[in-house]
């Protein structure tokens, strides 16, 4: 939520915040801004900020405008959280002298009472943002500080951040330009991403890789609390207390930091395409090839010790949103495969009304991006209270999987499943989610397989129809993209859709009324198919399509005797099921081959994502950036 950048170098720095930032777009776009710091032949130099209420568009035609100056500076896009999305709470924010600039992802919990305390010394506020009390704090340091004699420098920089940090309580990364310090800029996080860049002669740091990616491969993830002064000569990095740190840089490989739109109008659009290519990545990373060998490898190959699966008698998963809707999947998988008693929670609940503690308990965090900070808290907590009894089958093990295995997610637990998707870009999470099904379903097997708690048949045929999945994808993805971009236009009107489902596929209804609500702003709800007749049932009439996922299975016969309920209230009928007599009742059919059940969900989501997307697109909305949402949640 939020991204910053900050670059210091050799070139100008102005085009290379707006390139970083157009990269971080997906991490809110309510509004963009940037500081410059030019070096003058005669002193200190000269601060210039430029900001723009809207998309980074509305930036770069300001800088067209009226040019920033100078080889150090700082950006930022926003996702408001204190202040509305208007140009006076853009960031960066300036200090009273309006030399010293702050941008910041994050929330400064304590901002009222620091905001009181420097009103009553005089600082007059501009903005409503928590954000503002940083500069305002760190001018009055450096003051103090140059009260005693000492010239302005990036060390007195870095020493006033580092004496205003402890006050700020929260969540924060930033970064400050300082007039004074053409040459300097100091950077600094505690529980929200910062990375930096290492160019030739040039540093870039940015919330996110794709910011980097383009710049540098050698990266230096900072770790939690700390703080950096970066000069065209090097980087001087500290820990919380001050120490100095020597790190070595890692580096980006693959173009999978790389966001590129090829020839398609939207990301999403484009990231749906690639779902094909996410399962035939994970098919040939996780399914090693058949073999009749003895002592052939087992089915599923992760990259997890014995240990994380030994001795568990239950699991609990934590997620948000579309990661939860993978989960609930994954849970279905876990229980009715593997046979382990497993739950799944919204994060942001289970951070304040957590179930009593149970041993030999598996806590997986479930996110794409990895920083989603009901998410990455809810951990810590679970972590902590488990921490607190000495009773070792009550410790805590904890299993992370996301799309962003150099994430905050993975630094904070010991086991960690990176799906692997490549970079998501468009706002709606799309073969992410595939991602996360396909890493439930290798975890399953996994579990399945050394508990022997399905037949060994049994488990090869699921791993049989996992090979299938990438050209079945392949054909469905296209299918559905024509079948639903003729589809739309009955959508023009609509105002509220029910998407129902049972069994494993409820989920899927789930994720396909979240995905509709979010991108077309259509009112959608996915509800278990036999619950309808408990109240929603009322909503129905003629103006409320239902989409209904109709799997061969266990519940088959049950949705579609649910669907002929909705039909009979002259709701207009639109089928997710297989082809034949059975799906007949249905006024729309989108075809869907009829696999293994609890394969299912893998194809399903498939007419549920190209749906939504073609309605968005009909609408004309902005399909990769919808109103008020950001990629990454890094608040609470
Ligand atoms: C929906 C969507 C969100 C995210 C949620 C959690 O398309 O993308 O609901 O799933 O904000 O994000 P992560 O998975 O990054 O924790």
């Given at each position: 939520m939020c991204g910053i950048v900050a670059v210091i170098g050799s070139r100008e720095a102005a085009p290379l915040l707006l390139e970083g930032l157009r990269q971080l777009e997906y991490r809110g776009y309510d509004s963009a801004g940037l500081a410059t710091v030019e070096a003058t032949p005669a002193g200190p130099g000269q601060l210039t900020c430029l900001r723009?209420?809207?998309?980074?568009?509305?930036?770069?035609?300001?800088?067209?405008?009226?040019?920033?100056?100078?080889?150090?500076g700082i950006g930022h896009t926003r996702w408001a959280t204190h202040g509305k999305p208007e140009e006076r709470n853009a960031h960066p924010h300036l200090d009273g002298t309006g030399q010293l600039a702050v941008v910041q992802n994050g929330i400064i919990e304590n901002h009222r009472?620091?905001?009181?305390?420097?009103?009553?010394?005089?600082?007059?506020?501009?903005?409503?943002?928590?954000?503002?009390?940083?500069?305002?704090?760190?001018?009055?340091?450096l003051a103090r500080l140059?009260?005693?004699?000492?010239?302005?420098?990036?060390?007195?920089?870095?020493?006033?951040?580092?004496?205003?940090?402890?006050?700020?309580?929260?969540?924060?990364?930033?970064?400050?330009?300082?007039?004074?310090?053409?040459?300097?800029?100091?950077?600094?996080?505690?529980?929200?991403?910062?990375?930096?860049?290492?160019?030739?002669?040039?540093?870039?740091?940015?919330?996110?890789?794709?910011?980097?990616?383009?710049?540098?491969?050698?990266?230096?993830?900072?770790?939690?609390?700390?703080v950096a002064l970066l000069t065209p000569l090097g980087i001087e990095l500290h820990d919380a207390l001050g120490n100095r740190v020597q790190r070595t840089p890692s580096l980006l490989t693959g173009t999978e930091h790389v966001a590129d739109k090829r020839s398609f109008r939207h990301f999403m659009h484009k990231e749906i395409h690639e779902q094909p290519e996410t399962a035939a990545l994970w098919v040939a990373r996780h399914l090693p090839p058949p073999s009749d060998a003895p002592g052939s490898p087992s089915l599923v190959a992760l990259p997890l010790p014995a240990k994380v699966f030994e001795g568990v008698e239950q699991i609990q998963i934590l997620a948000c949103g579309t990661s939860r809707h993978a989960?609930?999947?994954?849970?279905?998988?876990?229980?009715?495969?593997?046979?382990?008693?497993?739950?799944?929670?919204?994060?942001?609940?289970?951070?304040?009304?957590?179930?009593?503690?149970?041993?030999?308990t598996l806590t997986i965090g479930v996110t794409q991006s990895g920083e989603t900070a009901d998410t990455l808290a809810a951990l810590v907590m679970e972590e902590e209270r488990r921490g607190l009894i000495a009773d070792p089958a009550y410790a805590a093990r904890l299993l992370g999987i996301t799309n962003r295995a150099e994430s905050s997610l993975g630094r904070l637990v010991p086991h960690l499943l990176d799906i692997g998707?490549?970079?998501?870009?468009?706002?709606?999470?799309?073969?992410?989610f595939l991602g996360q099904l396909l890493t439930f379903y290798g975890l399953a097997l996994a579990f399945a397989e050394r508990r022997s708690s399905r037949s060994p048949a049994q488990l090869q045929d699921l791993v049989s129809g996992l090979r299938a999945l990438p050209a079945q994808l392949k054909e469905l993805v296209e299918e559905h993209d024509r079948r639903c971009a003729e589809l739309a236009h009955l959508f023009a009107d609509t105002q509220d859709v029910i998407f129902l489902?049972?069994?494993?596929?409820?989920?899927?209804?789930?994720?396909?009324?979240?995905?509709?609500?979010?991108?077309?702003?259509?009112?959608?709800?996915?509800?278990?198919?036999?619950e309808m007749k408990h109240g929603p049932i009322a909503l129905l009439d003629s103006r409320v399509p239902v989409v209904s996922i109709a799997m061969p299975g266990r519940v088959f016969e049950k949705v579609l005797s649910n669907a002929q309920e909705a039909k009979a209230r002259d709701a207009q009928l639109i089928g997710v099921a297989p082809e034949g007599p059975d799906t007949a009742l249905?006024?729309?059919?989108?075809?869907?081959?009829a696999v293994d059940e609890l394969l299912s969900p893998l194809l399903t989501v498939i007419p549920m994502q190209l749906l939504s997307y073609h309605i968005a697109a009909h609408r004309g909305l902005d399909v990769d950036q919808p109103r008020n949402l950001a990629k990454s949640v890094t608040v609470e």
């Open positions: 723009a209420e809207g998309k980074l568009v509305n930036l770069q035609q300001r800088y067209e405008q009226y040019p920033a100056a100078g080889h150090c009472s620091l905001r009181e305390q420097l009103q009553a010394s005089g600082v007059v506020f501009l903005s409503d943002t928590d954000t503002e009390v940083i500069p305002h704090l760190i001018s009055q340091c140059r009260s005693s004699g000492r010239a302005a420098s990036g060390s007195l920089l870095l020493e006033a951040v580092q004496q205003v940090l402890p006050e700020l309580h929260g969540a924060y990364a930033l970064a400050v330009v300082w007039g004074e310090t053409p040459g300097a800029l100091v950077v600094a996080r505690r529980q929200a991403p910062l990375l930096i860049g290492l160019g030739e002669g040039e540093f870039l740091c940015a919330s996110d890789t794709p910011a980097l990616a383009g710049f540098t491969r050698t990266i230096l993830p900072m770790e939690d609390g700390e989960s609930l999947v994954g849970a279905y998988l876990l229980e009715q495969l593997a046979g382990i008693p497993t739950s799944v929670f919204h994060a942001s609940e289970f951070r304040y009304a957590p179930p009593p503690l149970a041993p030999h998707a490549g970079i998501e870009v468009g706002v709606a999470a799309t073969k992410t489902g049972r069994g494993i596929n409820y989920p899927i209804a789930l994720e396909g009324a979240l995905k509709l609500k979010e991108i077309s702003y259509i009112h959608a709800e996915g509800y278990p198919a036999g249905f006024d729309v059919l989108l075809p869907v081959p």
